[in-house]
């Protein structure tokens, strides 16, 4: 293999990879308040996208950003109100149904608003066929944006869940929610918070990576899927290690084209997705202690 | 002794009671006999009504991921039959159009076409979009000898012929020499077969490499992409490599062809693409944007009806049709749009021909037997041929400023 080769699939592994981690990282914040896994994550990705779209035929693209973003974070919030929030202490279990269950609901209205057409954002920077040379190999403007969208939240997120108030409260549900209520923290605020932040993050992945995927009704799944195999791979409720994962997988993907067929690029991802939950069901950089103190 | 007494004490009042409820029950029998009776009537008089009215059944895929396919389709189906209704129907017979959507699954494909048989009774059955779906109940038609008019493109619909099996679009097979007809001229040898992994795709893999030593050309790398694929920039990393590689052929139906591309041009490899005639809808370009600009494909001459010459035989019908639908639809025409109303439009003239009557056997050799001047081209059916369309169906053509335009 040629150095340029090289670094042709490296790229490549690196823009899937950076999908991958941008939708990862909405699994890990309900996650670490809740200790749920969230299977709307990927409908929050299509809905900020979506909404986007449409905006932008009334007002310029970062504005249309900035309000799907905050509509899907309204949208979170109202879902959390509605079908989770009134629960008596919910089984682990029991909401991750709940949550399957509004991920369809999700993908049906949509599908009865938009339609089914794929629709997508413009290039933030040049369009279609304009790209970045880098060591020889050319890479679309857009992947730098995902890459540098998903660096800015992992880092925004580790300060927000490491030094503010607010933050802490949200890990303290997550470690023990009844410790938590006691020590005076609205338990079920922090939950519909943590709903509020993760469709925030999903619906901005969606707005900048929808002119690299094209967005549609039905992306949610497909993506969720992905993004929980990172989120498992890095070991749960880690940001940091979801980017990490989520490149290692890009990448992985991306060579195994070399050697086998393009059909199969969806079983690597999950064959990986098996093999780590039977060796190392913590993650890869989870420590098997904390997760032994988890639930789920 | 008593036993009687209190029956006979007894007897009176319950008698009155029976007599009311006697009469009761004759006046509530009689209303229910009445209204069955009126409801009878009014039964027989609709049935007789509608007796002659034509069922017709259709298998769209509207959603899912041949969408782009089947909404246009369902549209030119509505439209074409209110259009036909308002004129007075076939022989003064209504079209009955019964539409279902398969999500593009080839499991409800087979279910709806059970159903539209069994319980409806249709009397014929258009569509599916796909040609795995097609392939998927062209033996359920044969067996409860219903016509099918398929808009799914694969030659395998047609051959080995069913009786009551046609098709409308163009066959693939000829779509493939197209392809490779194009590239003898351009002096291309030497190429990659990237196609989406659907029925399409799989179908239009098997005669590119089946007809590609024909043309002397052969195919060097051969990939398959999902259809949900987000990204395929590693794919053409792979491709852009082996630089013997002369042009790109990518054939398939769904939105992630227009990715394949896009990653072409990002990573600045800019050797000939061809595409399909499964990318015959303008919104494909606007998704694609420049990505798109002077990819080359074969498809009916429907994309450029305007710029036809007047005494084309294909001119009439095509610009009727691209105007109806884009005035009432407020969208452009697509080819896929175009297979429907081949479809119903074959049907129609083929039921007309047999003078309106319901007839299985006479619809069909009436089919056989008819020349049609559709948007697909001019179909010349006859017992051994189900499609109806040559070559010349096809027009080689390319994306010019957003926009399609025929190749020179």
Known sequence: MTIELFLQYLFAGITYGSLYAIVAIGFNIIYNTTGIINFAQGEFVMLGGMI?????????????????????????????????????????????????????????????????????????????????????????????????????????????????????????????????????????????????????????????MSPITYTQYDMGPGLAIKGFTVAILGGLGNSFAAVAAGLLLGIIEAFSISVVPLAFQDAIAITILLIILFIRPHGLFGSSEAAGLKEF | MRGPEIHDRQQQPVNKEEREVAKRFITSTLAVVVALAAMITLLISSTAAEAHDIKVGAIIAETGPAAFLGKPEAKTLQMLTDQINAAGGINGDKIELILKDSGGKKENAVSFAKQLIEEDKVFAILGPSRSGSTMAIKNIMEESKTILIS????????????????????????????????????????????????GFGKMGNMFLNELAPEYGITVLENETYSPKATDLSAVVAKLMANKEIQAVVNWSIVPAQVILAKNMRQAGWDVPLFLSHGFGNIKYVQTGGAALEGVLFPAGRLLI??????????????VTYKNDYESKFNEPVSTFGGHAYDALMILVNAIKAVGGKQDTAMVVDAIENMTFVGTGGVFKFSPEDHSGLKIDAFEMMTVKDGKFAKAM
Not at chain 1, 87 to 105: A, D, F, N
Not at chain 1, 134 to 139: A, D, E, F, R
Request: charged share 15%.
């Open chain 1, 52 to 208: 986007a779209v449409t905006l932008i035929n009334f007002v310029p693209l970062p504005i249309a950003i900035f309000l799907a973003v905050i509509l899907t974070m309204i949208i979170g919030a109202l879902i959390e109100m509605i079908f989770i929030r009134w629960l008596e202490s919910p089984s682990v279990l029991r909401m991750i149904i709940i949550t399957i269950g509004l991920s369809i609901i999700i993908r049906e209205v949509a599908l009865h608003v938009w339609d089914e057409s794929v629709r997508s954002l413009p290039y933030f920077v040049g369009n279609e066929i304009s790209s970045v040379t880098i060591l020889g190999t050319n890479i679309s403007p857009q992947v730098l944006w995902v890459v540098g969208v998903c660096s800015l939240m992992v880092v925004a997120l580790s300060l927000f869940f490491k030094f503010t108030s607010l933050g802490r409260e949200m890990r303290a549900c997550a470690a023990n929610r009844r410790a938590a209520i006691l020590c005076g923290i609205n338990a079920k605020n922090m939950v519909t918070l943590s709903f509020v932040l993760s469709a925030g993050i999903g619906a901005l992945a969606g707005c900048v």
């Open chain 2, 151 to 198: 808009c799914a493109s694969t030659k395998k619909i047609v051959d080995p012929v069913a009786k009551h099996v046609f098709k409308t679009p163009q066959n693939d097979s000829l779509a493939v020499r197209m392809i490779f007809m194009e590239m003898q001229k351009k002096g291309i040898s030497k190429i990659a077969v990237v196609v989406g992994g659907t």
């Open chain 2, 305 to 318: 009806a305007d710029s036809l010459p007047a005494d084309h035989p294909q001119k009439e019908v095509l």
